[in-house]
C-alpha cells in the first residue's frame, strides 16, 4: 500500500535556486493538498487541488506554485527559494466528497533547509 | 472562519499515568473532527474521528467525545506508554470544500 508518496525526503538548497517536491497518491483521491510544519505554527495549507486541472492558493501561498495534470500527482514548486521556505513539507489527499469525515492521508514529509 | 484551539506547551508526564489534551472548535456548521498523531520523523496519521455530536471515537486506547455543547473533542488515554509519545494534532472539518482546520499541535513526552 503505497499510499501517498513524497520525494525528496531531505534537501537543502541555497537562496535563489528552485527544485520541485513530488507528490503522488495512488487512491485516486480527488482532493489534493501541500503543507509546511513549523515550530509553534502547526500545520499550515500552502495550495490545494480538487481535481486534475483545478488549484487554489491556500493560507501561505506565497513563493509557490503548484499543478495538477493528473490524478496522481501534485507537484510543490519553490521557484525562487528563500531561508524563510526551510520547514518540513507534507503532501495530503483525500476523497472529495460532501463527506466532511473522509479521512486524508499524508505523506512521510520533506525536509527542506534553504541556506 | 473554522479554527481549532489546543492547550498551550509539551506535556510530558510518567509512564501509566493518564493523559487528556483539550481541544475546542469554532464552526458556523456541523463539522467533522479529527485527532491526529506524528511519531518522531515521520507525517500525521489519523488516529482517531467522530462525524457527529455525541459521537466517541477510539483507537489504541485513545478516546475523544464529540461535544456540540461545549464545542470540545478533548482526547484521553488512561494509561499512556513510552510509545505514546508523539505530537497529536485536533482538526475539523466541515461541509463541501474538503479543508482542514489544525490545531497547533501538542507535544507529549511519556517518561518511563
Known amino acids: 500500500n503505497a499510499g501517498v508518496t513524497q520525494t525528496p525526503k531531505f534537501q537543502v538548497l541555497k537562496t535563489g535556486q528552485s527544485m520541485t517536491l513530488q507528490c503522488a497518491q495512488d487512491?485516486?483521491?480527488?482532493?489534493m493538498s501541500w503543507y509546511r510544519q513549523d515550530p509553534g505554527m502547526g500545520l499550515r495549507l500552502i495550495h490545494y487541488?480538487?481535481?486534475?486541472?483545478?488549484?487554489d492558493q491556500g493560507e501561505v501561498p506565497n513563493g509557490y506554485n503548484v499543478s495538477r495534470s493528473t490524478t496522481e500527482d501534485f507537484p510543490l514548486r519553490l521557484l525562487s527559494a528563500a531561508p524563510s521556505q526551510t520547514s518540513v513539507y507534507f503532501c495530503?489527499?483525500?476523497?472529495?466528497?460532501?463527506?466532511?469525515?473522509?479521512?486524508?492521508?499524508f505523506g512521510e514529509g520533506s525536509w527542506l533547509t534553504v541556506v | 472562519g473554522d479554527s481549532v484551539t489546543q492547550m498551550e506547551g509539551p506535556v510530558t508526564l510518567s509512564e501509566e499515568a493518564f493523559l487528556t489534551i483539550n481541544c475546542t472548535y469554532t464552526?458556523?456548521?456541523?463539522?467533522?473532527l479529527f485527532w491526529y498523531v506524528q511519531y518522531p520523523g515521520e507525517g500525521l496519521q489519523l488516529l482517531l474521528k467522530?462525524?457527529?455530536?455525541?459521537d466517541k471515537g477510539s483507537n489504541k486506547g485513545f478516546e475523544a467525545t464529540y461535544r456540540k455543547e461545549t464545542t470540545s473533542f478533548h482526547l484521553e488515554k488512561g494509561s499512556v506508554q513510552v510509545s505514546d509519545s508523539a505530537v497529536y494534532f485536533c482538526a475539523l472539518s466541515e461541509g463541501g470544500n474538503n479543508r482542514l482546520a489544525f490545531g497547533k499541535g501538542n507535544q507529549v513526552v511519556v517518561i518511563p
Open positions: 487541488s480538487v481535481g486534475a486541472g483545478i488549484t
Open positions: 487512491m485516486n483521491h480527488e482532493y
Open positions: 464552526a458556523t456548521g456541523y463539522p467533522s
Open positions: 467522530a462525524t457527529k455530536a455525541d
Open positions: 495530503a489527499s483525500r476523497r472529495y466528497s460532501g463527506d466532511s469525515g473522509n479521512t486524508i492521508y
